[in-house]
């Protein structure tokens, strides 16, 4: 069974550009969530979906949206980059409604760095 | 002060040392999780508590609601246990989650 996948694995943006990473869940699994990791703040949770429904947000600007399709795939989107916004960008995924209702596996993971 | 704290932050053992890992919260929660993160950044779930102790070969988990308190003890403790050890909690009523800094484990052959 394959497992979380996250495209792409590293990303190298300009300040003020936009970006889309991807999260490919587990086959079966129909809810997504999001972190961002950085060596200041540590884990922090960015946003969760459950059958295309986001149903938590975490506390960021309107920058940082995510969407989720009908296959449980799911995107999330940065617009206008910071300098701050470099981190690693992580995704898990469950059977559970809520992200961590049952376990949750995670993806590799993408490192963002905004120059 | 953070609504998770872990401690130690940094934790250096020998092959064979038990292990405890402590986490504290100031929140009402649904339930806990420890999870592990190698380098490179691969997480692993470990375990979701809600109360009492789980055990998983060589770990083990307990959660004393009332006082708020979590621990993750790791048993005959290996170099492959090497690892930064997170605990999240998720919040009562809501399921947000609230991450832990972390403990970076060491262990030396």
């Known amino acids: 069974k394959a497992g979380v996948t996250q495209t792409p694995r590293y990303l190298i943006k300009t300040r003020g550009q936009q970006v889309t990473l991807s999260c490919s869940p587990i086959?079966?699994?129909?809810?997504v969530s999001w972190y961002q990791q950085t060596p200041g703040q540590g884990l922090q949770f960015l946003f969760e979906y459950f059958s295309e429904t986001q149903r938590n947000k975490g506390n960021f600007p309107g920058r940082f949206s995510g969407r989720q399709f009908s296959n449980s795939r799911s995107e999330m989107n940065v617009s206008t980059l910071e300098l701050g916004d470099s981190a690693l960008y992580l995704c898990a995924s469950s059977t559970g409604q809520g992200a961590w209702d049952t376990e949750a596996f995670f993806g590799q993971g993408t490192r963002l760095t905004v120059v | 002060k953070n609504e998770v704290e872990q401690s130690p932050q940094n934790l250096t053992a020998q092959e064979g040392e038990f292990i405890t890992i402590n986490c504290s919260y100031s929140v009402g929660i649904s339930a806990l999780h420890w999870l592990q993160q190698h380098p490179g950044g691969g997480i692993v779930s470990l375990f979701m508590l809600s109360s009492g102790k789980k055990k998983h070969g060589r770990l083990i988990a307990t959660i004393n609601i009332q006082e708020k308190h979590s621990s993750l003890h790791i048993t005959a403790s290996h170099p492959r246990d090497s690892a930064v050890y997170i605990c999240a909690v998720a919040l009562y009523n809501t399921d947000k989650l609230i991450f832990g800094t972390g403990t970076r484990l060491q262990v030396f052959p």
């Open positions: 086959s079966g699994h129909r809810s």
